[in-house]
């Protein structure tokens, strides 16, 4: 019975084994403008031999963050990556963009390690690591140009100092360039309630042209 039991635990360590390469802790920018030439991801990876490599590639996600994969459209691709540390370690891989990203589009990280020993592979995973492409990416935040608004992130209201802003309007638009608020007139102006707004980056545009990125927490 002992016997049969010691069996037993070695094989389920051995699928164990065979199953436990991940990654983790991804770190990359949630927003690329159409323009940009290359992307970076940074993860934490774990259970890696030596020989194994990584894929890594950002695809057009659904709605609910996985890829699309019958669209076929991703804009990013690096196979063939050899890890920089066997058993667990942290790497950066950086990637062309290429296909001629949309303003607006939404793509995915997807990430697979293939094994050594048998060539077989994790299958591709971390769906739902979201980057949008916009026009509207790496504008200064909200605190910038001597603190005109505040605070950044926000939960319900930005205070605005009318005088630095020198504004009368300003509409907030979500990434895709949807309009979701508008504020007008002086006393609008001075506070903008967002409390409405659902979790995540908004760009707030005034009416002298003006742009602000903010997060809504």
């Known amino acids: ?68 994969w019958g669209s076929g459209r991703n804009i990013a691709y690096e196979g063939n990556i050899v890890p920089n540390a066997v058993g667990s370690g942290t790497q950066t891989v950086t990637a062309n963009v290429y296909g001629d990203p949309v303003d607006g589009e939404v793509f995915t990280w997807t990430g697979k390690i293939t094994l050594a020993s048998d060539g077989s592979d994790t299958g591709y995973n971390n769906t739902g690591n979201l980057v949008t492409i916009s026009s509207v990416a790496g504008l200064d935040d909200i605190n910038s140009n001597g603190r005109v608004m505040y605070p950044n992130p926000v939960s319900d209201e930005i205070y605005v100092i009318t005088s630095k802003l020198n504004a009368k309007s300003a509409d907030i638009f979500d990434l895709t360039g949807r309009k979701v608020l508008s504020f007008k007139g002086q006393s609008e102006m001075k506070v903008l309630n967002v409390s409405s707004l659902t979790n995540g980056i908004y760009i707030l545009v005034t009416d002298t042209k003006k742009q602000f990125r903010f997060v809504k927490k």
Not at 10 to 16: D, G, M, P, R, V
Not at 40 to 64: H, K, N, P, R, Y
């Open 1 to 68: 019975m002992r016997k049969k039991l010691l069996l037993s635990f070695l094989f389920l360590t051995s699928i164990y084994g065979a199953n436990s390469q991940s990654f983790s802790n991804l770190v990359f920018d949630s927003t690329v403008a159409p323009t940009a030439t290359t992307v970076s991801i940074t993860f934490d990876f774990s259970g890696v031999s030596a020989g194994d490599v990584f894929e890594w590639q950002l695809f057009l996600a659904q709605g609910d963050g996985s890829p699309d």
